[in-house]
Structure formats: C-alpha cells, structure tokens
C-alpha cells in the first residue's frame, strides 16, 4: 500500500477548541464573581455631625468640635487646656495612633486650630480635618 505525498483537503489539520473554550468560561466566571463583590463608591453618603459623633474602639483618636465651641473625646465634654493631657494618655495606649477632627462647617476655625496645636503638643503629626456639613 503506497502512502500519499499530499494530503487532501479533508484531511487538513483542524485546532481543538476545547481548551480555550474552557479558559474563557474561567475566566467569565472569574470576573464574574470578582464584580459582584465591589461596592460601588460615590459622593453620596451621610456623615454624622460633629456635636453628635461618638468614639470607637480602634486605634485613631477622635476629636469633635462643635458649633457652640464644645469639644468632646471619647464620648465626655473636654476643655481646650485638656485636650493634649487627653491626647498624650491616648497616644501611650496606641502609639501608633492617628487623629482625626470633625469639626462642624460653622465651628470657629480658631478653635480648631487651637486644638491641631494641642495635637502637636502632645507628639502626633498624623492629623486630619473632617468638617461636617448640614
């Protein structure tokens, strides 16, 4: 029986699509699972205000300041001499700690500013200003 030199037509050389059928269905899969997970993030969220903000257990320390002048840490009312000793007793439980002032958009700037002083005093750098609005 004698071999042919060429191949006919019928007998060309097909690709298996199986495997790349298979890595596409993956993949879908993948992104679906992947997406249905993310949150959409966006400029509409509420914010509490500053007068009624409370502290929470985490390693930040929080500090309100409200319109009428008062600032409060960790839940109690504290005068602006106060706020470093406070700072300083927080800062030894969490060295690590940040601050964050929430301030309300019509407190008296100077205020806040004495208190990012206060801040300073007690050895934190790390300070952010959150200012609430109606």
Same mark, same amino acid.
């Not at 601050?99 to 300070?127: F, N, P, R």
């Given at each position: 029986?004698? !071999?042919?030199?060429?191949?006919?037509?019928?007998?060309?050389?097909?690709?298996?699509? %199986?495997?790349?059928?298979?890595?596409?269905?993956?993949?879908?899969?993948?992104?679906?699972?992947?997406? +249905?997970?993310?949150?959409?993030?966006?400029?509409?969220?509420?914010?509490?205000?500053? +007068?009624?903000? %409370?502290?929470?257990? +985490?390693?930040?320390?929080?500090?309100?300041?409200? /319109?009428?002048?008062?600032?409060?840490?960790?839940? !109690?009312?504290?005068?602006?001499? !106060?706020? %470093?000793?406070?700072?300083? !007793?927080?800062?030894?439980?969490?060295?690590?700690?940040?601050?964050?002032?929430?301030?309300?958009?019509?407190?008296?700037?100077?205020?806040?500013?004495?208190?990012?002083? +206060?801040?300073?005093?007690?050895?934190? #750098? /790390?300070?952010?200003?959150?200012?609430?609005? #109606?």
């Amino acid at each position: 029986m004698a !071999r042919k030199k060429h191949a006919s037509v019928d007998d060309e050389a097909q690709v298996d699509m %199986t495997p790349m059928l298979d890595i596409v269905f993956i993949m879908l899969i993948f992104f679906i699972v992947t997406t +249905s997970f993310i949150k959409p993030s966006g400029l509409d969220y509420k914010k509490p205000e500053a +007068s009624t903000a %409370t502290q929470q257990k +985490s390693a930040n320390i929080f500090i309100g300041v409200s /319109k009428t002048g008062v600032i409060k840490m960790e839940n !109690r009312q504290v005068d602006i001499e !106060r706020v %470093t000793a406070n700072v300083e !007793r927080m800062l030894a439980e969490a060295p690590e700690a940040a601050v964050l002032i929430e301030a309300d958009q019509e407190a008296e700037h100077g205020l806040v500013v004495k208190v990012m002083d +206060s801040v300073k005093k007690a050895g934190i #750098d /790390k300070i952010s200003v959150s200012a609430g609005k #109606d």
